[in-house]
């Protein structure tokens, strides 16, 4: 069994689960992840039995033997599933979890890879596990489906290419949507919150997000990444109801609508300049065109700049 090491988006969305919940990801589904995919039950194996007996609680003095039922594994996995820790990708024959937090392989490297460019790097490739090759052909099946510390294990351009805007968002998105994210929102967490929202329509996403914004601006939200796992659970089961969003996307409008005039308004300027400069007589001063333009410009109501 690996050990393990929980990123910062892993913590955020245990915060708050029951013991039972946190031992059964920590103790017994994120150990035997495989670290090239994120994928746990393809190599090794696992099965709901297996999972009971690795959070089995021995007894002491003081302390009953619990071991729950297989039912109960079931209902604890969900919780996790609704955290936004886990997405079940079972077969009929085989247990299969996926993690969408997790920090993989891919990750790791992309971080290590610091050397200057043009540096040759002298690393040796690392071996090739044959107990990998199953699940590196599930993950090229199903390519765009798991983010490596919110980043997709291929294809990461979509999920993580962000175009700055003059408003103060950033533009991206997986699949071809385009959503409007909040400022300064890390990379990592922008293509794992796309990852949950894969299966959302595109007005639907944008919705989403900016109930999330709307509400971790009001206040009162301790764990942002637990909170929009549940606003996407809410939005794909038809109970999504946002209090937010409106206030958030008209905000977003009102800046748009802010800048276009702003933009107008320079354009009126910079003609204002051009004409008094072709009607400035020989031997005029520039200086003093410019100061009676600006002065002019701001004898005039906003309105009479054409």
């Not at 690996?2 to 913590?11: G, N, T």
């Not at 709901?48 to 109960?72: D, F, M, N």
């Not at 590196?136 to 700055?164: F, I, K, M, W, Y």
Request: proline fraction near 5%.
């Amino acid at each position: 069994m690996a050990s393990i090491k929980l990123c910062e988006a892993e913590m955020q969305a245990l915060y708050g689960l029951g013991y039972e919940a946190i031992a059964l990801y920590v103790m017994a589904i994120r150990p035997r992840m495989d670290f090239a995919t994120g994928m746990v039950g393809i190599a090794p194996r696992i099965s709901w039995q297996a999972l009971r007996e690795w959070i089995y609680v021995e007894p002491r003095q003081g302390v009953k033997a619990t071991v729950p039922s297989i039912e109960a594994i079931r209902r604890i996995a969900r919780q996790l599933e609704k955290a936004g820790l886990l997405r079940c990708e079972s077969t009929e024959k085989n247990l299969v979890f996926r993690t969408l937090l997790a920090e993989t392989d891919s990750c790791v490297q992309k971080k290590a890879d610091r050397k200057p460019t043009g540096q040759a790097d002298t690393r040796k490739p690392a071996p090739v596990k044959a107990q990998r090759r199953e699940a590196d052909r599930v993950q090229s099946a199903q390519a765009d489906t798991h983010p490596v510390s919110g980043e997709a294990l291929t294809n990461t351009s979509s999920a993580t290419t962000h175009v700055s805007r003059a408003d103060g968002a950033t533009e991206g998105g997986g699949g071809g949507d385009e959503l409007i994210w909040p400022e300064n929102l890390e990379a990592t967490k922008r293509a794992a919150m796309v990852t949950l929202m894969a299966s959302l329509a595109p007005a639907l996403k944008q919705q989403v997000l900016d109930e999330w914004q709307g509400a971790i601006q009001a206040g009162g939200i301790r764990y942002p990444a637990k909170f929009f796992a549940s606003v996407v659970s809410d939005a794909k089961n038809g109970v999504f109801m946002p209090e937010h969003a409106g206030r958030v996307c008209a905000g977003r409008e009102a800046r748009k609508k802010q800048l276009a005039e702003m933009v107008r308004r320079d354009a009126a300027f910079s003609a204002q300049v051009a004409e008094s400069a072709r009607s400035l007589p020989p031997g005029g001063s520039i200086k003093a065109m410019l100061s009676g333009a600006m002065k002019r410009a701001k004898e005039r109501p906003p309105s009479a700049v054409q």
